[in-house]
């Protein structure tokens, strides 16, 4: 079955960078959209970013201008570069391609 790691989150400070990674098991980002979603401490899972079959990328208004989610299709693996990171952004994110989750990475950002 298809598998998804999350990896590349950590600690940083507000204005600091992350790349997170997505591994697929399978090769199926050439046949479905791909999405990263977080959820903070106490707060529900939200919508952060996305990736249509066809290349077509849409964020949430918070992150616009900051994330950029991108593929490698050949090699299964999705990203989301983070760059001018905000306290706000610290959450468990994941990465989810029809309806299969990963476990998550943390992601922790410091003022």
């Known amino acids: 079955q298809v598998q998804l790691v999350e990896s590349g989150g950590g600690l940083v400070q507000a204005g600091g960078s992350l790349r997170l990674s997505c591994a697929a098991s399978?090769?199926?980002?050439?046949?479905?959209?791909m999405g990263w979603y977080r959820q903070a401490p106490g707060k529900q899972r939200e919508w952060v970013a996305g990736?249509?079959?066809?290349?077509?990328?849409n964020y949430r208004d918070s992150v616009k201008g900051r994330f950029s989610i991108f593929r490698d299709s050949p090699n299964n693996r999705v990203y989301l570069q983070m760059d001018s990171l905000k306290p706000e952004d610290t959450a468990v994110y994941y990465c989810s391609v029809n309806a299969v989750w990963g476990k998550g990475t943390l992601v922790t950002v410091s003022s």
């Open positions: 990736i249509t079959v066809g290349g077509i990328r």
């Open positions: 399978g090769n199926i980002f050439s046949m479905y959209g």
